[in-house]
Structure formats: C-alpha cells, structure tokens
C-alpha cells in the first residue's frame, strides 16, 4: 500500500517556475516507478514524465520536455516534478502516482496509486 500526497501548486505568471512534491508513505515506495499526469478542464488526464524506481531514468512528454524535470529521494519517500518557463497551457490539476516497475508509463491504468492533486495555474 502507497499513499501519495502533493504539494506546492499555485498561481505563477508565464516564464516563472514551480516546484511539485509527491510525499509517499508506505513501506514499499522504492518499489514503484513514479509518474506524473495533469488534468485541464474539460480535458482527460495526461502524461507528463515519469522517473525509474532507482532514478536512473525518465521519460517526459513531448509538451514539456527540455522545461519539466523530475527527480526522486527513496531515502525521504518524495518525488519532486521542477517545472521552468512555465506557459499558460500548463495549467491543470497535477497527479503524482505509483506505477508498477516495467509498465507502460504514459497509461494511466497502468498506475496501482494516485494522490489527490495539486492545482497549478499559469497566467499570461
């Protein structure tokens, strides 16, 4: 079992950056890959990246990559997404969540746990 909880979303202008967590409680964080996915109004919800179990790899979307990072501390059981130049179309609710080791990252069915999200909005 793996609870999952986010943080630090807000309102930022375009151009500024922000700064996600995930905090994880569970015995067994460092066994999942972790991903996360953003959800605008109106639409479904959408990959962003995801990070390896050890953290040794990532896959980002198209949309953010070259601006989006993410990393991880399994001593501290937290997740970070760093987001830079931020643009309007980012904004959404974002979703930090646990995918088995060797899934297919991009599908959310795939994830075994979400957190509830944090809101990030963009203004121009």
């Known amino acids: 079992q793996v609870q999952l909880v986010e943080s630090g979303g807000g309102l930022v202008q375009a151009g500024d950056s922000l700064r996600l967590s995930c905090a994880a409680s569970g015995r067994t964080f460092s066994n999942y890959d972790m991903g996360w996915f953003r959800q605008a109004p109106g639409k479904e919800r959408e990959f962003v990246g995801a990070?390896?179990?050890?953290?040794?790899?990532?896959y980002y979307a198209d949309s953010v990559r070259g601006r989006f990072t993410i990393s991880r501390d399994n001593a501290k059981n937290t997740v970070t997404l760093h987001m830079n130049s931020l643009k309007p179309e980012d904004t959404g609710v974002y979703y930090c969540?646990?995918?088995?080791?060797?899934?297919?990252?991009?599908?959310?069915?795939?994830?075994?746990?979400w957190g509830q999200g944090t809101q990030v909005t963009v203004s121009s």
């Open positions: 969540g646990a995918v088995p080791y060797g899934s297919n990252w991009a599908d959310r069915g795939s994830y075994d746990y």
């Open positions: 990070i390896s179990w050890s953290g040794s790899t990532w």
